[in-house]
């Protein structure tokens, strides 16, 4: 049995005045597609953030693939994608590549294989300010994961994709992972749930539940990942679930909502620590 990818123990994190978590842990195994769920401002960016190890203010034992969280020998091996798309507007799709790759000590023809992974080789010579949303999102992505790094780290890679897009990442997801990678993707559209092998459900700054899809809808008694949240939410408070939050649970702290800035060119070394 292998170590888990991710040991998080009593980890308490601080942004500006505010707890955001206080005392949490879980374990992330590895070569599985771990889902990081919950309405937006519940501290899914918070805790990728502390797991790639540039976030400030945080207390408690993280260990990434063996050593502390952010340690350098972590720097090729872990790979993070912020919501942001971390590249070079005035440069190519393959110039981005190219460049992100002598970066990062990729090999050769890591450039052309990342861009075909992601579906934008038809692009790869349009400059990245000419791509749609999507597409940019994308091109990160494939920066990403040059250099096939072992734990691969994305802060919502599906959000305003259609749902063919979604689809294919999806598969591309499922595909690293049968070779090998780790993979944590954070969503709060609960339907990606069911394209996990694990799910972590947070919701303000809790831990509310560390399980599988199956096991959520069978310990839940429901049929759909949404629905299944909900009864969780419901069962803590010994209460109903609020109607309007079965609509859509990503509503649930809409006033929290705290776009991250952009951050550092290179999305493998993330960005300088803040708050
Ligand atoms: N730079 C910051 N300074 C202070 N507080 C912050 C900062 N960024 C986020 N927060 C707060 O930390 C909490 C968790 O935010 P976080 O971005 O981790 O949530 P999230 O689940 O990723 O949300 P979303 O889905 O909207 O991206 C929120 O209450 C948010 O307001």
Not at 23 to 43: A, K, N, Q
């Amino acid at each position: 049995m292998h170590e888990p990818a991710v040991v998080v123990d009593g980890l308490a994190v601080r942004r500006g005045r505010a707890a955001v978590f206080d005392g949490i842990g879980f374990r992330i195994p590895r070569g599985e597609v771990t889902g990081l769920l919950g309405p937006s401002g519940c501290g899914k960016t918070t805790l990728l953030r502390s797991i790639v190890g540039v976030q400030a203010g945080v207390r408690g034992r993280i260990e990434v693939l063996g050593s502390p969280a952010g340690s350098p020998a972590l720097r090729t091996r872990v790979a993070y994608a912020t919501q942001a798309a971390s590249v070079y507007d005035d440069l190519t799709v393959r110039q981005n590549l190219r460049f992100f790759a002598r970066v990062v000590g990729a090999p050769s023809g890591d450039a052309e294989r990342t861009i075909e992974l992601v579906g934008l080789t038809a692009q790869a010579d349009r400059r990245v300010d000419a791509l749609s949303g999507g597409q940019r999102g994308r091109v990160s992505l494939a920066v990403a994961l040059l250099g096939s790094p072992e734990l691969v780290v994305l802060d919502e890679p599906t959000v305003g994709l259609d749902p063919v897009l979604r689809a294919e990442l999806w598969t591309l997801f499922r595909r690293l992972a049968a070779d090998g990678a780790t993979l944590i993707v954070s969503s709060h559209v609960m339907d990606e749930a069911l394209r996990c092998d694990r799910l972590l459900l947070l919701r303000d700054g809790q831990l509310v539940a560390d399980t599988t899809p199956a096991d959520l809808l069978a310990s839940t008694g429901t049929t759909d990942p949404e629905a299944a949240f909900l009864a969780i939410i419901a069962s803590e408070h010994g209460s109903a679930a609020d109607p309007e939050q079965a609509q859509d649970p990503s509503r649930a702290s809409e006033a929290s909502q705290d776009p991250q800035p952009s951050r550092a060119p290179h999305p493998r070394h993330g960005a300088e620590a803040d708050a």
